[in-house]
C-alpha cells in the first residue's frame, strides 16, 4: 500500500441537516422532507440526527442546479486505486495524485480489507485480477452500510463487462490507457473544476 501526504486543508466528510439547508439556502423542515422522501442521500447517528456524506451533497446539489459551496472543493478527495499491473498504478499516480490523495493496492483482497478503514471518496478497480470477481466485488461493497456510498469507476481493458460492472453500482468504466478520461470522470464525480 502506498499512500501521498496528505494536505494541510482537510475536508469534511460529514454534513448536518443545517450545513445543506445553507447550501440550499432553504428552511431546515425542507431538508428534513427531502430527506424523508429519499431526494438526498442520508443517514441517522444513534440519537437519530441527520448527517449527509460529502458526495451525496455533491450529488444532490448538481442534479438540482445548485451551486457548489467553496467548503466542497477544500483538500484532495480520497481515492483508492486496484490493479494487480504495477506499470498501471504507476502511470495513474503519475496522472491522479495532483488532484487526488492516492492510496493504491496491487492485492485486491487487501485493498478490500482496506477500503472500510480508509472510507475513500471513490475506488478504481480493473474487474479482471486474479483471484477477484470484481462484478462480485462491486455488489459485495454497495451491499454493506459502511461502504455503499463509495462510488467505483471500473479502469479495465475488458469491455464486455461494461454492462455488468454498470449494472452492479459503477460510476463510469474507463479503458485502461486512457488515465487523462479517468481523471476527467473523477474530476466530474468529486465535482472539482478540471486542472
Not at 443545517?18 to 442520508?42: M, P, Y
Not at 471513490?122 to 461502504?147: H, K, Y
Request: proline content about 5%; overall charge neutral.
Amino acid at each position: 500500500m502506498e499512500t501521498n501526504p496528505k494536505e494541510n486543508t482537510t475536508q469534511p466528510e460529514l454534513f448536518t441537516a443545517s450545513d445543506v439547508a445553507r447550501f440550499c439556502q432553504v428552511d431546515l423542515k425542507t431538508i428534513h422532507n427531502w430527506a424523508d422522501k429519499g431526494e438526498i442521500r442520508h443517514f441517522r447517528t444513534p440519537g437519530r440526527h441527520l448527517r449527509f456524506r460529502r458526495l451525496d451533497v455533491l450529488d444532490f446539489l448538481r442534479k438540482y442546479g445548485y451551486p457548489i459551496p467553496e467548503i466542497l472543493r477544500m483538500g484532495k478527495p480520497k481515492v483508492v486505486v486496484v490493479d494487480d499491473d504495477p506499470a498501471v498504478l504507476a502511470a495513474l499516480r503519475k496522472t491522479l495524485s495532483r488532484r487526488f490523495d492516492l492510496t493504491t493496492f496491487q492485492d485486491p483482497f487487501d485493498a478490500l480489507v482496506a477500503v472500510g478503514n480508509l472510507q475513500p471518496d471513490a475506488l478504481i478497480l480493473d474487474v479482471m485480477m486474479p483471484g477477484l470477481d470484481g462484478v462480485r466485488c462491486l455488489e459485495r461493497l454497495r451491499s454493506i452500510d459502511s461502504t455503499s456510498h463509495i462510488r467505483c469507476i471500473v479502469y479495465s481493458n475488458h469491455e464486455e463487462m461494461k454492462k455488468n460492472a454498470t449494472e452492479a453500482g459503477a460510476y463510469d468504466f474507463i479503458k485502461k490507457g486512457e488515465a487523462g478520461e479517468l481523471r476527467d470522470s473523477l474530476e466530474r464525480l468529486m465535482g472539482l473544476e478540471r486542472g
